[in-house]
């Protein structure tokens, strides 16, 4: 935060978490939705970070033209996830008219806050910062980026400034600093690359020449909450026709988590037992 009050600044470097959310996800890492997720995967985190550090997020995109849905989760213990949702026969995901991002977080009293907010082309940043401005009510710019060179992911990051309401002089300060974020750090993806997204460089960037205080930093990684026991959990939930079924059949199930790829096998036993206690 500067000395003055009038800004607060988060910066992430996501490079290694991205790389293991699309693999995870087995996208191409050149694809648009590739490039989309983990710019999601980043925005969350500092949307997060920003509005509810010790509570979890999900961004959910959905594409326009039944393109499919993208679906960003993080979490206060610090990992994130990815998923992609979509039919085979789907056309490519794009953005434009009819596509949604809609923000959900948990609020300390269990409750939701959730807003929707439309996505052009603009791209994924342009989307959260209106739901920032809409829904929030914060003067938030954001910028994410995940950068792939030779088909390789290089870097992954990004940053997000907000205007504090106690502002002293905030015409002054927002000229300033609209102006330099807007000349300098609207493309951050050179930057990424040749400081290996280092959220140093980007905070002693932009606010470079203002006296300003580290407040905290915390771990973020590639994660999932998916247990054996959540599986169970799961298939509990069926009636006993269809657990019948499946204890009939006489084979183990092999289950995999949708969004880390964790595989779990499921013991005939321990079907019949969901059965019998269902
Ligand atoms: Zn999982």
Excluded at 31 to 41: F, K, Q
Excluded at 51 to 77: C, E, F, N, W, Y
Excluded at 130 to 145: D, P, W
Excluded at 243 to 264: F, N, R, S, T
Aim: net charge negative.
């Amino acid at each position: 935060m500067t000395d003055d009050g009038a800004f607060r600044m988060m910066a992430v470097r996501t490079t290694d978490t991205v790389r293991s959310v699309l693999r995870a996800q087995g996208l191409d890492v050149g694809t648009p939705e590739a490039r989309l997720l983990g710019e999601m995967v980043t925005g969350a985190i500092l949307f997060r970070e920003t509005m509810s550090p010790t509570l979890r997020v999900q961004g959910v995109l959905k594409g326009a033209a039944g393109s499919g849905t993208l679906i960003a989760d993080s979490h206060p213990d610090g990992w994130s996830r990815g998923l992609v949702q979509r039919r085979p026969e789907a056309p490519s995901f794009r953005l434009g008219a009819g596509a949604v991002l809609q923000m959900m977080r948990s609020l300390p009293n269990g409750e939701l806050h959730q807003g929707v907010v439309e996505a052009d082309e603009r791209g994924f940043d342009d989307a959260l910062m209106g739901y920032m401005q809409l829904s929030e009510q914060i003067e938030t710019v954001v910028r994410c980026a995940v950068i792939v060179e030779d088909g390789e992911l290089k870097a992954a990051g990004g940053y997000l400034v907000q205007l504090l309401p106690e502002a002293p002089d905030r015409e002054a300060a927002v000229m300033i600093l609209a102006q330099r974020l807007e000349d300098d750090f609207d493309d951050i993806r050179g930057r990424l690359v040749a400081t290996d997204a280092s959220p140093d460089h980007l905070i002693e960037e932009v606010f470079y020449g203002m006296p300003y205080t580290p407040l905290g930093d915390s771990e973020v990684r590639a994660g999932c909450d998916c247990s054996h026991v959540r599986i169970l959990a799961g298939l509990s939930t069926l009636g006993p026709d269809d657990l019948q079924e499946m204890v009939d059949a006489g084979a183990p199930l092999e289950i995999g988590c949708d969004w880390c790829g964790a595989e779990y096998r499921v013991e005939v036993e321990a079907l019949r037992h969901l059965l019998t206690s269902s």
